[in-house]
């Protein structure tokens, strides 16, 4: 696995790949964890070469966020990466990515408002700039992105649609499904902000969410069935739910008659620390 820090060497390896085969993308922000791996290996069954980029995005912090706190893990995620068969770790610093005078921003309008785009204002302008970024510079066949983050991937595909990318190509952006822990909480590099005691609080999010998943099925009222979801995670020691919202999996509108092609979006903090998760409804 060759590593990469610096845009002036990335061409060569990239082009040196591409001369041997097809060339998949899998943007992360490091600390890798299976979710991160099974992406990898996704990928690798997908292409004849892999590249991981581990970039920990300025632009998508919010200023009362945690962009110092963000676990970084170079060496030990470069072990793992070269472990799974990656041929190229795209690894640059801040500066390399936004150097001095940096001006342009991607704003993908309608799929990144409300959810996380309403409690994380810029968040997906952040993500939109730099995966637009990341695409150039790596100008990949194809590329992977985990659906725990639903409307960041709609996001992209929005993105690619609009722009008319073609490295990679709308077509060639594969979601792939969120990877649990044995107990149902989502895989996520900031699980491990989470004490003993909110890591155990933390696996009620994905039992509620299918209860209530149930329960609407069932066919009680999605109003009560969602207050009692909300007032249950407060009940089981959550600070506070940001939203927990039924919408239409594809242009996350909003869902007046849940049913299948609908989906079940949760943000909620707690100790600090904001999980989120989503699922089917039908
Ligand atoms: N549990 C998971 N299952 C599937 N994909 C995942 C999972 N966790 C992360 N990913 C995907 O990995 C890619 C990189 O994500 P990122 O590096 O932000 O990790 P993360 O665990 O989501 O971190 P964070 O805690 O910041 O949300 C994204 O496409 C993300 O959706
Ligand atoms: C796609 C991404 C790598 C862009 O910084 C990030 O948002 C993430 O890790 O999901
Ligand atoms: N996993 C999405 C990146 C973020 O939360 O900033």
């Given at each position: 696995m060759q590593t990469v820090t610096q845009l002036s060497d990335l061409r060569r390896e990239t082009d040196a790949l591409q001369a041997s085969g097809t060339l998949a993308l899998v943007p992360t922000m490091g600390a890798l964890h299976e979710g991160h791996l099974t992406l990898v290996r996704e990928a690798r069954r997908a292409a004849d070469h892999v590249a991981v980029s581990i970039f920990v995005n300025?632009?998508?912090?919010?200023?009362?966020?945690d962009l110092d706190a963000y676990p970084r893990q170079l060496a030990r995620d470069a072990a793992l990466l070269e472990a799974e068969g990656v041929s190229l770790l795209w690894a640059p610093p801040p500066g390399e990515v936004y150097?001095?005078?940096?001006a342009t921003n991607v704003s993908v309008l309608g799929v990144s408002e409300g959810l996380c785009g309403a409690n994380r204002p810029g968040h997906f302008d952040g993500v939109a700039t730099v995966v637009c970024k990341l695409f150039n510079q790596v100008r990949p066949d194809m590329a992977f992105f985990g659906e725990k983050d639903w409307q960041q991937l709609a996001v992209i595909r929005r993105m690619a649609r609009d722009l008319d990318l073609t490295r990679p190509h709308v077509d060639a952006i594969h979601g792939v499904a969120i990877v649990r822990e044995d107990d149902g909480l989502a895989m996520s590099s900031r699980n491990a902000y989470l004490s003993v005691e909110n890591r155990a609080i933390a696996a009620t999010l994905p039992r509620e969410m299918r209860l209530a998943i149930e329960r609407i099925g069932a066919g009680d009222a999605t109003g009560s069935v969602l207050q009692t979801f909300r007032d249950r995670l407060l009940d089981a020691g959550f600070d506070s739910v940001d939203y927990a919202e039924i919408r239409d999996?594809?242009?996350l509108a909003p869902a007046s008659e849940p049913g299948p092609g609908d989906r079940f979006f949760v943000a909620a903090r707690i100790g600090g620390t904001r999980l989120i998760d989503n699922m089917p409804v039908a």
């Open positions: 300025p632009r998508q912090f919010g200023a009362n966020e150097p001095e005078g940096y999996a594809r242009d």
